[in-house]
């Protein structure tokens, strides 16, 4: 995990970090607050919500 940071905006609150995989930078939620930049981690899983928009959801390594 590169970075990560918490959001607060109605219905989009959660802890989200920018993970690099095969050198492509990805996005995604996470579940645990124990987080440190540098960590590794690995998708749970991916999907398309009903509105369209892409996620993808990570765990600890």
């Known amino acids: 995990m590169l970075e990560f940071t918490s959001s ?11 993970v690099e ?6 996005v ?4 645990s607050l124990q987080l440190k930049e540098g960590m590794r ?4 899983g991916c999907g398309i919500r009903p509105d369209g928009t892409a996620f993808y959801h ?3 390594a």
């Open 8 to 18: 607060h905006i109605r219905d989009r609150e959660g802890i989200f970090g920018l």
């Open 21 to 26: 995989m095969s050198g492509i930078k990805i």
């Open 28 to 31: 995604g939620s996470f579940d």
């Open 41 to 44: 981690v690995k998708m749970s």
């Open 58 to 60: 990570f765990v600890k």
